[in-house]
């Protein structure tokens, strides 16, 4: 059983920074391929925001490519989202994917 629990989210002030977790079990860590998502207020559907392939390559969307990081702790099981300056439109439920498997998401407010 595949199980991805996210952590981490919580309110912060424009220009902040928070870092999400997301501790995995279930799946060969190492070399998984794993997502970050996030699902925008009033949006239907969940935006990619960054990926791991094959537990290498990192990618990331233009629009946060110079703000947030992806990195992970393969003795730890978790993948980490560090998210700086912050932005009111990064407000969302944040979601860690890895193939058909989903976390139960993490909330991230901006405001100020």
């Known amino acids: 059983q595949v199980d991805l629990v996210e952590s981490g989210g919580g309110s912060v002030q424009p220009g902040g920074s928070l870092r999400l977790s997301c501790a995995a079990s279930?799946?060969?860590?190492?070399?998984?391929?794993m997502g970050w998502y996030r699902q925008a207020p009033g949006n239907r559907r969940r935006e990619l925001v960054a990926?791991?392939?094959?537990?290498?390559?990192?990618t990331y969307s233009d629009s946060v490519a110079d703000r947030f990081t992806l990195s992970k702790d393969n003795a730890k099981n978790t993948v980490y989202l560090q998210m700086n300056d912050l932005k009111p439109e990064h407000t969302a439920v944040y979601y860690c994917n890895a193939y058909a498997w989903w976390g139960k998401g993490t909330q991230v407010t901006v405001s100020g």
């Open positions: 990926s791991i392939k094959s537990g290498t390559n990192i």
């Open positions: 279930g799946i060969t860590f190492s070399l998984a391929t």
